[in-house]
């Protein structure tokens, strides 16, 4: 037996030792391989494209992508971070190897600084035509600082946006409006009155335990569904960690605000009352989109694109009522919700290309080729004929597509209609072809027209034509200067950067306690939070900030 | 990779133990002897090395694979001293001499992260070995056949899933509808279910045992192995002299293996402060994260995803340091007892 045991445990050794060998000259080989089919010249070029935002591995090969590739001979080679982590770009610039095509979010200040990424103005001054229409005078708010002015990247939010719909506020289940004879839910008082009224009627959904608020805070997407809706409720803009003022020029962390204070208290009575559920800082992704698809669910506070699966799933097994709607809830009366903010178009972020890259022209004219209305009508609405047909020289989405839209979380992965406009070049839902027709299928008709019947007959009820009626509107809240705080590139390995890391890491974890402790130990909570951030030195940060917000305004010229 | 490195880097070990286990039961001393006075002298050292030129010629490939891959990379020590730049060439470089070093004494964090690793680390040490050697005695014991190999294979598949599924199983069964939960309210122990991933205090233990429960089986089959290299004569004159099982384990078995568990100690204190992090990511969240944050971790997130590889370099320089410290200290302890060492 021994004899036998140790041989089988040297064998097994042996063979390890084989495969990780035979796995290494295996890729070298088909990269050569793969290198020499690049060379020929009729062949598409294939350009790589890192997407900082994680995905499902997808191949460019639906219909709308044979199209692109048809028309440009590019295609491209999707590369996704495993788990949505922060290393894969600080990685790709350690090893030099760079993709064509690079979406690197945040990180792109990093690449920047490692010389990774070309500059692209004197190619957007050449033959960048179609950039060069889309963008117009917007174009200085994709330069990087004003150090260096220069563009690096184009692209991801679109240019010209309406506002036809809100993200990331409250969100409260039809069923619950419908029960309760379609109440006026404005401030965190009756948003509590509503669920606790909801509750006990209903201690049981499907035979399920009712959850009466469920959030996500167990990963990244806490700044999502628990940093984010403090700073809405408390009637701040979307500045991500921030604050800012632009009147002063003067930028704060948000959880030094004493608003935010009064909103986590209110979080931590909930959890104190048994109306949050006890696992929203520990589920996973997954188990809080099945608890939502599952219906017992009464509220959230997310953003739409974070639970879109669950939202579709639910249409899908006939629950409309089970759906939700936007509210614009915030801590009292006296504030207002900024989800209707025009923030202008935004900058910052886009996809750059590689320093590296052998295809820079190419993939230039690619991005372009992007911006052009017959990509954009193409990557919004797919191919006529089969995706959408024109009626009365309009378009409109074919019904059974429309349909899936609604209710297929693979849709736009099959049929990649949808699936190329963000983070690419785009047109904003408020834009405009040449025929005068909107550019996107998201036009507030269509919007309307997408609601579900359970949605339809709510806002009828509340004599509505749009969840966005009961927000505060877009031209009565002004446009930002500053563009969004957390969008800024902050340069790496900064003070700045280190701070608010530091910051996040604690905040997210001490919030988190004080919500989940005893209510009477509250105040000493947070007060002992604050003290430790002002250790961190936390005021330094804020300057810092403050004076990247006066900088990007002069950078936009939007500072007179 | 590594894990098969870790294996073949004790296997040897183990092999040469069984082996001074058979010398010792047929005749001591006798190569012993000849190893002092051959060592100085230049002639008998070539006809020695001609002797063994096979040896010689095996062990080349990789005392090269140990310099190119574990040796050179060394250099990038120096990054610790520069404020590195990967655009610029590696000279090219600032030099900042120990300020990464003091940033990182500076840093209360770095000590939370210090003080759990080394928990953590300690902890899945006395239990991962423990727990080994006790699974291993177990089924040494077993004597029927089928029954052991099955136990053994199903003990280690663990071992074969990887950690983010792992992970999710623990946090799935550890969650407040879980099935640990319902079995303690179901058999009226608890009232109210118990949200154990929210609970700092646990966290130390919740890794190790999800550890324990993991890699038990596959680090049970190194003990198993030197076990069964034990001479059976042994068992027999036992026997004979009216030893129990239990006795035979605790007089037999467990001295026999001395020497093994020895050498595997020294060499898993060694890797004290290498636990690695995906433990502590996949399991962690923002509650625990107090217990949770690890070097590894701390190094990703303030070092390299910062764009700071020199600060991520300086805290490799320190992990390795106290390595060396720790597997010394283990040494000299081995020596002292006089048990086998790892040199």
């Known amino acids: ?560 | 990779m590594s894990q098969a490195n870790n294996a073949s880097n004790t296997q040897p070990e183990a092999a040469t133990s069984v082996g001074e286990q058979i010398q010792l039961g047929t005749g001591t001393g006798l190569r012993k002897k000849k190893k002092p006075s051959a060592g100085p002298d230049q002639k008998s050292f070539w006809k020695r090395a001609s002797k063994q030129k096979a040896l010689l010629l095996m062990s080349i490939p990789f005392v090269i694979w140990l310099i190119v891959f574990k040796y050179i990379p060394i250099a990038g020590w120096l990054m610790a001293f520069q404020d590195y730049k990967p655009q610029f060439g590696f000279l090219e470089q600032d030099w900042v001499g120990l300020d990464h070093f003091k940033d990182l004494f500076n840093e209360p964090m770095f000590y939370t992260a210090l003080e759990n690793t080394l928990g953590m680390g300690i902890l899945g040490l006395i239990f991962g070995t423990a727990s080994a050697i006790v699974f291993a005695l177990l089924l040494n014991e077993l004597r029927f056949m089928v029954v052991k190999k099955w136990t053994q294979t199903i003990s280690y598949l663990p071992h074969f899933v990887s950690w983010v599924i792992a992970a999710n199983i623990v946090i799935t069964m550890l969650s407040q509808e879980g099935i640990i939960n319902n079995l303690l309210t179901g058999m009226g122990f608890i009232d109210n279910p118990i949200n154990f991933m929210a609970m700092p205090e646990m966290f130390w233990g919740i890794v190790t045992a999800a550890d324990v429960w993991k890699e038990t089986g596959w680090n049970a089959i190194i003990y198993l192995a030197a076990m069964a290299g034990v001479d059976p004569q042994l068992y027999e004159a036992a026997k004979v002299d009216g030893a129990s099982r239990i006795r035979q384990m605790w007089h037999i078995t467990l001295p026999s293996i001395r020497s093994v568990i020895i050498v595997l100690l020294i060499l898993n204190i060694g890797n004290l402060i290498n636990i690695g992090f995906e433990k502590q990511m996949l399991l962690g969240n923002n509650i625990v994260q107090e217990k949770a944050l690890v070097i590894d971790l701390y190094a990703l997130d303030y070092g390299i995803g910062m764009f700071r590889y020199s600060f991520g370099t300086a805290i490799g320089i320190f992990k390795s340091v106290i390595s060396v410290i720790l597997i010394l200290i283990c040494n000299g302890f081995a020596k002292k007892i006089g048990e086998g060492r790892v040199f």
């Open chain 1, 1 to 560: 037996m021994a004899k036998k045991l140790s041989k089988w445990l040297h064998a097994v050794l042996i063979l390890f030792t084989l495969i990780a060998l035979a796995a290494c000259s295996d890729g070298e080989t088909s990269k050569e391989a793969e290198n020499e089919e690049e060379g020929s010249s009729d062949e598409p070029i294939t350009l790589t494209f890192f997407n900082a935002d994680g995905g499902e591995e997808k191949t460019f090969d639906d219909p709308v992508a044979k199209k692109i590739t048809e028309e440009t001979g590019i295609k491209l080679e999707m590369d996704y971070p495993v788990g949505g982590n922060d290393e894969a770009i600080p990685l790709m610039i350690a090893s030099g190897e760079y993709p064509d095509l690079i979406f690197a979010k945040g990180d792109i200040g990093k690449l920047i600084e490692a010389g990774g990424v070309i500059k692209l103005d004197d190619l957007i001054e050449e033959k960048g035509e179609n950039l060069k229409a889309m963008y117009g005078d917007q174009l200085d708010r994709l330069r990087n600082s004003l150090d260096d002015p220069s563009i690096y990247t184009v692209g991801t939010y679109g240019v010209e946006n309406a506002y036809w719909s809100t993200s990331g506020t409250f969100q409260i289940q039809l069923d619950v409006l419908r029960e309760l004879g379609y109440p006026k839910i404005r401030t965190l008082e009756d948003f509590e009155a509503a669920l606790t009224e909801y509750y006990e009627k209903y201690p049981e959904i499907d035979g399920q335990k009712t959850i009466p608020l469920s959030l996500l805070g167990s990963d990244w997407r806490w700044l999502i569904t628990v940093g984010d809706p403090a700073g809405f409720a408390a009637g701040f803009a979307g500045d991500g960690q921030w604050v800012v003022d632009e009147e002063a020029g003067e930028a704060t962390y948000k959880f030094l605000r004493p608003e935010l204070k009064e909103y986590f208290k209110w979080l931590n009575s909930m959890n104190a009352k048994g109306l949050l559920d006890p696992e929203s800082f520990t589920h996973t992704y997954d188990t809080y989109i099945s608890k939502l698809s599952s219906g017992r669910v009464l509220s959230i506070a997310d953003q739409d694109w974070n639970f879109t699966d669950a939202d579709k799933a639910l249409v899908a097994d006939g629950k409309e009522w089970r759906t939700y709607a936007p509210l614009p809830v915030t801590i009292s009366e006296e504030y207002t919700s900024k989800s209707l903010k025009n923030y202008g178009f935004a900058g910052g972020w886009g996809i750059a290309i590689s320093s590296t890259s052998e295809y820079q022209e190419e993939a230039f004219e690619f991005l372009d080729w992007m911006a052009s209305e017959e990509a954009q009508i193409l990557v919004n609405w797919g191919i006529e004929g089969e995706h959408y047909d024109i009626v009365d020289g309009k378009r409109v989405m074919q019904e059974e597509d429309r349909e899936r839209m609604n209710s297929d979380a693979d849709y736009s992965k099959e049929t990649g209609v949808g699936y190329y406009v963000y983070p690419f070049p785009q047109w904003g839902n408020g834009a405009v072809d040449s025929s005068g027709q909107p550019i996107t299928p998201n036009s507030e008709e269509q919007t309307i027209a997408n609601f579900n019947s359970a949605e339809k007959e709510a806002l009828k009820e509340y004599e509505m034509e749009n969840w966005v009626d009961w927000f505060p509107q877009t031209e009565d809240l002004g446009i930002s200067k500053h563009g969004q705080a957390f969008n800024y590139s902050i340069p790496a390995g900064s003070e700045l950067q280190i701070i608010q890391q530091k910051a996040d890491d604690l905040t997210e974890q001490r919030i988190t306690q004080a919500i989940l402790g005893d209510p009477a130990n509250f105040d000493q909570a947070w007060d002992d939070m604050i003290t430790e951030l002002e250790a961190m030195n936390i005021e330094k940060a804020n300057e810092l900030m403050s004076q990247k917000v006066k900088d990007t305004m002069e950078l936009w010229g939007t500072n007179e």
